[in-house]
């Protein structure tokens, strides 16, 4: 038991709470500042105006068709990016030859910032959802094969010993002591990955594409509709905010073996 | 039960060929952690043999290689010398006969307590949910059949090494190896798992090799007791046998007068090893 007691925080409802109220004062601050012209709304638009232009491109329903391109293409860069990563993680991890080997090689590739490699792929695979599938999988692949290799070299080995002993066959031992290891690490980094999936995503259609959000934003700008910029980083915000939800909730739902720091309901000694 | 240890005798005499577990000459070497090229022989030239249905326990110093004779036992370590036979066959890769229980925490962190005990029997080729019925009657046995669907951080310590005990048991091995596996416990809790391995134990006779540092736990339970020295090279010095009745109560036993000279004696020897072992760890 910790000595000193922690300064109670107030309840959940009163966080919620504040926690609108600074949005609300976020936005009171921009609208008086547009609204006083001290910020030209030309260059920063003004807080009403972007939200009518979300609102209505949400009614009209041009949004949803550019919400599913980017959607599809996070999805499409998260589950390949994963699939690989956790394929080479198990293959590098179990090869000590081939690890060593490579290590410099995928150091200096993890290394290089991926947005350069948008133009290629473009030119590679087009202006279509698989140039930017392509940019996302180098961005998710790099984190999840390097926690799948941390959790595969970080299997205890009594736990490891004891699975043998109890009669496990290799093929067991992957599924049943390597995997879920392996899995705890990549679902740890699962936020991480997501957000690098989605940013592969968004810039791939921003440097070249014909649909998604990136292109929207990519659009508006290119017609100095700072509205229209703005709404796009809406929408896409309230989508990542969206998204990491869904991570989290199914984040509990695999890791609930995994011990939680704050347990206070049912704290076992 | 007095007859036991006369059978456990009379097994030995039959045919130590077929011993539930036999070390010939066992040496082990491992290179040193600390010296490039160097070598540290944990155990020298140890020859040992476990009758089927006996309690053996082998008590040493700290840092005596006494996880080392287990480990080969298991067949998880190759010998550098000799040879380990487990009924009359030499153990090639992991010993199918024998099961462990292991010193520190062994059960899969990922699997509730009633999946940890069912793993045995899934990778026997068991189906899940028969295999999950099958380790209810066990959880129970072990006193935990409430706690089926908690995770290891969610049982406490004493809880965990009920759930490892049923573990290994479930799938019915005719050696069980136990590697200091009450130590870290309170002495309360240590006593009742104490005896509730022997009453499991007595149930359906296996062959037992316990590893322990604690003299008494080793009195009270084995039916012979093996002295290791002090490591480096550690080797066995002292064999005595415990000609306690059974069924035995850990606790009172310790009060009887044969309990005492037994422990006297051994005592008397494995002293000197700990005193060893003592000055060697301040060397280092």
């Not at chain 1, 984190?143 to 093929?171: C, D, H, T, W």
């Not at chain 1, 896409?236 to 984040?251: G, N, R, S, W």
């Not at chain 2, 140890?46 to 249905?53: D, F, I, M, R, W």
Request: proline share 5%; charged share 20%; with cysteine.
């Amino acid at each position: 038991m910790a000595v000193a007691r922690v300064k109670r925080l107030p309840s959940r409802p009163v966080i919620l709470l504040l926690q609108v109220a600074v949005l609300i004062g976020f936005f009171l601050i921009w609208h008086v500042l547009t609204a006083t012209k001290i910020l030209s709304p030309f260059f920063f638009g003004t807080p009403l105006a972007v939200l009518e232009r979300t609102w209505s491109d949400f009614a009209s329903g041009v949004i949803w068709y550019h919400l599913g391109i980017t959607l599809l293409e996070t999805a499409l860069a998260f589950v390949i990016g994963t699939v690989a990563g956790i394929a080479f993680g198990f293959w590098f991890a179990r090869a000590p030859l081939v690890s060593i080997v490579f290590d410099p090689y995928i150091k200096a590739v993890n290394a290089l910032p991926r947005v350069v490699l948008a133009p290629i792929f473009a030119l590679w695979l087009g202006l279509g959802i698989w140039s930017k599938v392509a940019l996302g999988v180098t961005l998710v692949f790099f984190i999840v094969f390097f926690n799948v290799y941390q959790g595969v070299k970080e299997v205890s080995p009594v736990v490891l010993a004891n699975a043998k002993m109890l009669g496990a066959s290799n093929r067991h031992l992957f599924r049943h002591v390597y995997l879920p290891s392996a899995l705890s690490w990549v679902f740890s980094s699962l936020h991480t990955a997501v957000g690098f999936a989605m940013v592969g995503a968004v810039v791939g259609e921003y440097l070249g594409s014909a649909a998604g959000l990136g292109y929207r934003i990519h659009q508006a700008e290119g017609v100095f509709d700072t509205v229209g910029v703005f709404s796009g980083m809406l929408v896409l915000t309230i989508f990542v905010v969206v998204i990491d939800a869904v991570v989290t909730i199914i984040e509990k739902r695999l890791l609930h073996w995994r011990p939680q720091e704050a347990q206070t309901t049912n704290a076992q000694g | 039960m007095s007859d036991s240890a006369a059978v456990a005798a009379a097994l030995r005499t039959e045919g130590a060929d077929k011993a539930a577990l036999r070390l010939d000459g066992v040496t082990c070497t491992f290179p040193s952690p600390d010296g490039r090229g160097q070598t540290y022989t944990a155990v020298q030239g140890v020859t040992l043999s476990v009758a089927a249905g006996e309690f053996v326990s082998i008590v040493g110093p700290t840092g005596s290689g006494k996880s080392t004779i287990l480990n080969v036992a298991a067949g998880l370590l190759a010998p550098s010398a000799g040879r380990a036979l487990t009924f009359g066959e030499p153990v090639d890769g992991i010993n199918p006969h024998a099961g462990y229980m292991f010193q520190a925490d062994a059960l899969m962190p990922w699997k509730s307590a009633l999946e940890n005990v069912a793993a045995g029997l899934e990778f026997r080729g068991v189906p899940r949910r028969e295999a999950e019925e099958r380790a209810r009657p066990w959880l129970a046995r072990v006193g935990l059949d409430r706690f089926g669907d908690r995770y290891p951080h969610q049982l406490s310590g004493g809880m965990r090494k009920r759930v490892a005990l049923a573990q290994t048991l479930i799938v019915d091995p005719k050696i069980v190896l136990m590697d200091e596996p009450f130590s870290a416990l309170d002495i309360q809790t240590r006593q009742l798992m104490e005896n509730e391995l022997l009453d499991l134990w007595s149930a359906d006779r296996k062959s037992v090799v316990f590893i322990t540092h604690d003299l008494e736990e080793a009195i009270s339970m084995s039916d012979r007791v093996l002295v290791l020295s002090a490591g480096p090279g550690a080797r066995l010095i002292g064999e005595y046998r415990v000609d306690l009745e059974r069924p035995r109560d850990v606790a009172e036993i310790r009060m009887t007068p044969r309990f005492l000279d037994l422990h006297r004696e051994i005592w008397g020897q494995l002293r000197e090893e700990v005193l060893k072992g003592y000055a060697q760890t301040k060397l280092k």
